[in-house]
């Protein structure tokens, strides 16, 4: 008998397209740390089942029938602070992405990505962190960093070298590491360590992050 000691990640779906929710529900049977517990088609079943279901994670479209998924966040968030919404969005969908963080999100996905990173969505959101796509646009981050969504308003502020923010600037200016490595002189090794160091003290994952914690913590101005 296997030991199961630990309980399974419950997820609730919201999209309009029944083809992508049985995709979806195939995909997270391969695995079993995260059990899907029930799906919706619009945003008022998505509220009606989040009462009934209590999940930690509801993944929701942000375009769906009867109640879309801004409004339907914004009711849960509300009613529900401790579940963690994700939005699921097409590439083409920027101002509805921060729109829905605004609304109570913490995380957001754009529908062509991977297996590994949704999983590491809902396990970075249920651990009460923020999760941004790693296919985010500049112009996305930048538009997040400018908005009123601010997720590290009571995290304790790190203090950061010289050289550690110039490379945050550089970052945030759209260089790659092997940019940065020859703008500062440096090795590109040495450049992927100050960005490792840099994303542990911001509790962030990729340059997303780097760019809208920045921006939010005065370190980079647009």
Known sequence: MTDKSYIPIRVLLADDHEIFRDGFQIMLKKQSEIELVGQAENGAELIQLAAQLSPDIIITDIKMPRMDGIEATKKLHARYPDIGIIAFSMFDEDSLIVDMLEAGARGYLLKNTSKK?????????????????????????????????NPYKQDVKFEFNDRELEVIRLVCNELLSKEIAVAMNLSVRTIEGYREKIQEKMKVRNTAGIVIYAIKNGLYKI
Do not use: D, P, Q, R
């Open 117 to 149: 990173e949704i999983y590491e969505a809902i396990k970075t959101v249920h651990n009460k962190g923020t999760y941004y796509c790693h296919n985010t646009s500049a112009k996305l981050a930048m538009m997040i960093g400018e908005s009123t969504f």
